[in-house]
């Protein structure tokens, strides 16, 4: 209990941790370690990421996947020795451009990241897109997410599913526009991916 709101709890593998996402120490969400027995939450991640949702443990419960968008810290690495001018307008690039409970966008695209209980960072995808529902493969040697990986993500209602190696590299796609997927799930040996979205010629609860 303590100041901020908690969400998404995740149990590691062994039962013995709970990471969850707070915003208990700057009022802006991040992610945190809590033993499953009670005690003091371990702030996990920093100002490199930002917004994270999705939480998923990797299945040897040394790290996490979740999405999220590029920190202030990390903003600011991909910016070095640029100038930025300060505009008496805002430039709109995008059909969505403003989201209800969101606000304007903000420039930012939601990314496929891992972070290790030792701090260690990487971001996985990269591109303007949005991924989001990263989950671990059983043997944890890769990461199944959901991507609308095109320059025209806005004006289209499909996405896909995409796999890619645990510690980064070329995405492969699964699906071909087929419908507008919500969530997937693992079958426990590995082998098989199920899926529920929406077809888009049928309509919704396909």
């Known amino acids: 209990f303590g100041v901020g709101k908690e969400s998404s709890p995740r149990w590691s593998p062994d039962g013995g941790q709970i990471a969850f996402i707070s915003t208990r120490e700057d009022d802006k969400p991040a992610i945190f370690l809590i033993p499953s027995n009670g005690g003091e939450a371990k702030r996990l991640s920093d100002r490199r990421i ?102 025209a993500a806005d004006k289209v209602r499909f996405n896909n599913l995409w796999l890619v190696d645990a510690d980064g590299g070329e995405p492969q796609r699964l699906t071909h526009d087929q419908c507008a997927i919500a969530a997937a799930i693992w079958s426990p040996d590995g082998k098989q991916i199920a899926y529920v979205g929406q077809e888009i010629e049928r309509g919704p609860n396909s």
Do not use: C
């Open 50 to 151: 930002a917004e994270p949702s999705d939480l998923e443990w990797a299945p040897d419960g040394q790290s996490l996947t979740f999405s999220a968008k590029q920190g202030e810290e990390k903003a600011a690495e991909s910016k070095e020795g640029e100038e930025e001018e300060e505009k008496p307008y805002r430039e709109v690039t995008r059909l969505f451009w403003k989201m209800d409970g969101q606000g304007w966008w903000d420039g930012k695209w939601r990314h496929i990241w891992t972070l290790g209980l030792d701090g260690q960072l990487n971001q996985i995808t990269d591109g303007d897109f949005d991924h989001q529902a990263p989950r671990y493969a059983p043997d944890g040697s890769k990461i199944l997410f959901i991507a609308n990986r095109t320059a």
